[in-house]
């Protein structure tokens, strides 16, 4: 399952800091918050930073893109998650 949460999340981040004004940007990020709910019920505070971690990184090197500014869509998941 994760698998296919890290892919959707790639895909759903390198679009929104590609296209920052699209009409469907708001539910991109309603979605990314969707993902790191799911993955904070399945996994906690851990989960959230190891996917994020992963994402980060491979957006970095795909596209040359800073992710970090973007947790910043998780926070309210979990009180440990303040960015």
Known sequence: ???YLEE???DL?????????????AA??????????????DG????????FFSIEHRIKEEIGRDAKPYRAW???IA???KY
């Open 44 to 51: 906690g505070a851990d989960a959230l930073e190891n996917m």
């Open 8 to 10: 959707e999340l790639y």
């Open 74 to 76: 998780w926070n309210g």
């Open 79 to 81: 009180g440990e998650w």
């Open 13 to 25: 981040l390198t679009y929104c800091m590609q296209n920052p004004q699209a009409a469907d940007f």
């Open 28 to 41: 991109k990020q309603g979605r990314v918050q969707e993902i790191g709910r799911e993955l904070y019920s």
């Open 1 to 3: 399952m994760d698998a």
